[in-house]
């Protein structure tokens, strides 16, 4: 019950004559039973290409996605087989829910009394009569998830599936996450947001700009990536970063005036401190700064991210 | 989850062995959607008022006057002359089965859980081409028999037989060749206000316009345009002596319907969604 992709690809063709863009990028990954894999990158990166070439909507260009060992299109009834919630909006906006999920029950064979069952489980059952388009975003998506569970399928999967929720949505979501995955289901949920990403997955799948960039589990990718510097501030910067270096330490020197200050690796805060004491130096601020799994993510997708923001903005929002 | 997960009984291909889900089921998820959209019911309503109640309307106005020495016109004419404007529905229709799904993008939904693009385009021509054939048959039927109502007041009343049989089931057969139409350029078009206007251009205003090109090849585009040589066969009397017959014009429409549909086959399959 895996997803595998080999070598895919996806190009779409420019405007005419133009080079075009690749979504994705030859890239290889195995998504594993029993556990939330997190699929994250910035916007624009090839999650939902990903996605939708999974699900057999988009044909790969080049390269291979298969499900349980065989494509998508040839499952005897897929909704069966795996469950997606697509981006919000795949719905007509004068059904109601449950006619949303009659026919795609109907359409795989789904017994009929299925329906009632995931609109209770996803909360919906008192609006299900409604049309949807009334509902709110996080309404939406809520009946989306249910469309995905709608086959009881052993593969899940999950485009963004926190967008517009509220926080209680949100748990809710993540919460369901862990008890598919505990069934023994394969997860596969897609975020741009890292911090979601951290509570919700075991395993992350980091793409930008249509490559891979991580394979690893969160722990693994917090050693690896998100590291940390021992923030320090003292009246004669230069001098106390010359004495800082000949101790073996990594020293950066930011800022100007009086937000000037040095970034020391290599050493400890009480190492740096113990380095001042002993040759008589005052520091004004001494402070371990543990970078965040989103200050890890952004720093390996920088150049990854396919529309930067102006650097000064980002600075001034720290 | 309310059920636990059982064991997945797999052949050595991976492909589950589940029991495999095909045009049936796909033809029953369309006719579930068909019923649970308001849209369905406003064009078929006012299909029904416009085929049915047009012919009424125009046969009791004019049955004095067809039945007086004045009349230059068949009655035959006018016992199914809403079912000129009721195609205008069946467009409305076609379109919506389709164009409505790329508009919300509801159509992702459809194919990712029937993933065979064929099964679905299937699933939704039989239904809307079986809908309108019994909807336009029995509006032409209902108009009929609201129309030779007045007729036979006047004693010129047409019995059910021979041409007005005929135009009667044609009706049927016309505007189901029409929403099929509609269907399969909206396959290709994707928006429903295009494919409405696209398939009305064609039907109303360049089958019209084509007359205006000289000579033979002029005569021949009249009489092959889709509207002239589709329509013939939903009227008792030719409006149009320059037309095909309603046999052979409507041979030459259900190709020109059946091309589209393999123009719409070859885009849908290989088109990402």
Redesign the interface.
Known sequence: ?TIRAHALTKRFPGPRGSEGRTAVDGIDFTVLPGRVTGFLGPNGAGKSTTM?MV?????PTSGTV?V???R??????????IG?L??A????????AR?HL???A????IPHTRVG?VLE?VGLDAVAGQRVGRFSLGMGQRLGIA?A?LG?P?VVVLDEPVNGLDPEGIRWVRGLAR??AD???TVFVSSHLMSEMALMADHLLVIGRGRILADCSVPAFMAEHAASYVRVKAPSLDDLGRLLQRQGADVVREGSGSAAELRVTGLSAPEVGEAAARDGRVLHELTLVSASLEDAFMTLTADAVEYHAQTELEGATR | ?????AP?Q?HA????D????GFG??L???W??LR????TGWTLAAFVLLGAGLTVLICALNAEWLASGDADESPGSFITWGMLLAPVCAVVLGALVVT??YA???V?????????RGTVMAAKAVLVTGLLLVVGTVTALLGYLGGNWFLDREGIGMALEGDVLRAIVGSGLYVAGIGLLTAAVGFVVRHTAGTISLVLAVLLVVGNMVMLVPGTVGEWLEKLMPGNAGGAIASPVPFNPNLLDAWNGFGVFALEVAAVCLLAWTTVR?R??
Request: avoid cysteine; charge should be negative.
């Open positions: 019950m939708r699900l057999g909507l988009d044909a298969s349980n060992g065989h998508y299109a040839d499952s005897p009834a897929p909704l069966r087989e997606a697509l981006e909006g795949a719905l007509h906006p004068g059904r109601s006619d009659r026919w795609l109907a359409s795989n064979g069952e489980l469309a569970l009881d052993p008890r598919l069934e023994g289901r | 989850m309310t059920a636990t997960l997945e797999t291909d991976g492909v589950p589940l029991p495999r889900v089921a796909a029953h998820a369309e579930i959607k649970t959209v308001r849209s409505s799904e919300t993008g509801m992702r939904s459809t194919f990712a859980a029937v993933p065979r290989r990402d969604a």
